[in-house]
DNA sequence: TTGTATGCGTTATCAG
DNA sequence: CTGATAACGCATACAA
């Protein structure tokens, strides 16, 4: 609470006792008498008695809440993760921090040590499509702040994972494409670095080898979400225009880019699917709403925050430190719309 | 930091001064010695030496967070509101902790306790629709906690407020209805108690009345934001639909809403804006991708959040109780898009 | 100019 | 069973 917050001492003067007492009779101590336990209790409720986490966690020396970074929450999909953590968190007692990257790996790096200074018990983090210098979080996870990675995780450092499966997600996409009978199936990507981008391309290529086609390294882009995405993309775009084997289906691998891809189509006035195919990674509601409804893949990112935080959680509760750490990895959902393609 | 975090103390030990003259010489007091001040600040960066914020909070009774409470993180308007707080709160030392009320009114309790017992230094909310009992809130406010409202205000307090110009967007919103041609349109809006959804009927039955219409109160439907939504919007378009003069256009009055409006038209095979006209409150960046393109009032989300946060901060950082409050109305800005109906 | 002592709210340790 | 005291990390009134 706030000015006249009503603290043990309160207690202990109103009821002629001491603070230790009080502090005993309030966590339920065996060596406190029932008599002045139900007393203590009683009154406590009655002038509606709040710890104060903050002397308690200078005491415990922890803040029961935990950092979550992400580029950005007005992004679908962090915003369902972030759901996914909080609803969890909550019902445990700890409070979430939640600080944007904006995909800058110097803005990550200040919110690590924002997050860091705030005492955080823990932190789930997904890096920016920049991050290459992974020194000060290993810094960190080694100095025992609780580390679990999710969706842009970094591989370089053996702490619990967790991401949807990329390989599979890439591989129905582009099938699905295949299905539909294009042939010449371009990649929109995000930067080579990351290890979900790997992933992608993967899943990608697996899927053209599968179905007797060769890849094109010219078929695949790679733009990095900074804020000059929609450049970027526009950029990619012009470029695979200009090929000689133009692509007939553009497979769009990240929520921005699916969104990225679709406004430039728009604008240039290509329909869709039509003239060109195109599916892509998307959490976004909005997808059933443009004409025709957009095929996308979809991940599970409620879960995805549930699961990171339960395994968060664990790292922080238990006494000794964790050794043998998970990757979990989730199935995306394909979500088919607008399948029919009218040649 | 976690584990080994460096304290006053080991800087002092260190140097074989007390803990006061680092404490003073890190806080560039007047009555060190220049000599002194240098030896520890160097000191102190060399070790990398943070304060430790808890201790600090416990010492000066505050905790530098400010709690923040919206229905949901995943709507693009809270989300870009969030971003303003968080654009000016980190630059002046504080962190966001954020709650969602999911449009319960039970939980927004819960996080008011919540946020209260984790003693942030101050509150900006955007109450639920559901909010009809102010007595925690008043009583919070009354104990000393700053509190700005935004959106969705409660009048019945009186301290900072923050909206757009209700009235004003949705007259122009109905306006342009009305410059298009339509005839007979519909407000599909908010539960009644809300202020915010007074004043944008307010708006839409003044531009009605401006332009030689009359108000037919068949033609408003009020949809709470609850879990039902979705339902509650299909039974007000029943309805509309039921109507002997069945309306050929709809002001849909919240971010929500719209996007439901839309997504049951769409179902239906409704053609916008050629069969029935739709205008809608919306901060979404989907809007332009759907076809055709959405015409919207858009909220100045982003400022909204930044000038809460700096009125909230004032409160928080004056010396004396704030006696005058404002309350800072901001313009809507009424995107226009397909503005041609084929009739 | 610097050091000592105290307190913020809580719990753990040690006495009684 | 209960009470006094110390400690968590820091800032500050008071002493020197």
Redesign the interface.
């Known amino acids: ?5 009503v603290t043990i001492k309160d207690i202990a003067k109103a009821l002629g006792l001491s603070t230790s007492t009080v502090s005993r009779a309030l966590r339920d101590s065996y060596e406190i008498s029932p008599e002045t336990k139900r007393l203590v209790i009683e009154y406590a409720q009655k002038i509606n008695y ?6 308690l ?2 005491k415990e020396r922890k ?1 029961r ?1 935990i950092g979550i970074i992400v580029c950005e ?2 992004n ?1 999909f962090f ?2 993760v ?2 996914g953590i ?1 609803s969890i968190a ?1 019902t445990r007692g700890y ?4 600080a ?1 990257s904006k995909e800058s790996a110097e803005r990550e790096l200040a919110d690590l040590q ?1 997050l ?4 955080v018990d823990g932190l789930i983090i997904s890096v920016t499509t920049e991050t290459t210098d992974y020194s000060f979080l290993k810094d ?1 996870y080694q ?3 609780p580390i679990v990675f999710f969706d842009r995780i970094v591989n370089e450092i053996a702490t619990h994972k967790v991401i949807s499966d990329n390989v599979k997600g890439s591989y129905d996409a582009t099938k699905h494409l295949i299905d539909q009978g294009y042939k010449n199936i371009a990649l929109v990507t995000s930067s080579e670095g990351l290890f979900i981008t790997k992933e992608r391309m993967a899943g990608y290529q697996a899927a053209l080898k599968d179905h007797g086609f060769v890849v094109n390294a010219d078929y695949i882009k790679h733009c990095n979400h900074s804020g000059m995405i929609q450049a970027e993309i526009e950029d990619a775009v012009n470029q695979l225009w200009g090929l000689r084997k133009k692509p007939d289906a553009i497979f769009a691998a990240s929520d921005k880019l699916t ?1 990225g891809v ?2 430039l189509l ?1 604008a240039r006035k290509v329909k869709v699917p039509q003239q060109v195919g195109l599916i892509g990674y998307s959490n ?3 997808t ?4 025709p409804p957009l095929t996308i893949v979809k991940q599970p990112a409620f879960e995805i925050g549930q699961i990171a935080i339960e395994l968060l959680l664990q790292m922080i509760e238990s006494k000794r430190p964790v050794t043998d750490f998970e990757t979990r990895v989730l199935n995306t959902e394909l979500i088919i719309r607008a399948s029919t393609r009218s040649k």
């Open positions: 609470m706030k000015f006249e917050a709040q710890p104060n986490p903050i002397a966690s200078l803040s809440s929450i007005a679908s915003s369902q972030i759901n909080e909550n409070n979430i921090i939640i944007q924002f860091a200074s705030r005492s960190l100095r025992g702040l969104t679709l406004r728009k976004a509601d909005y059933e709403l443009i004409d």
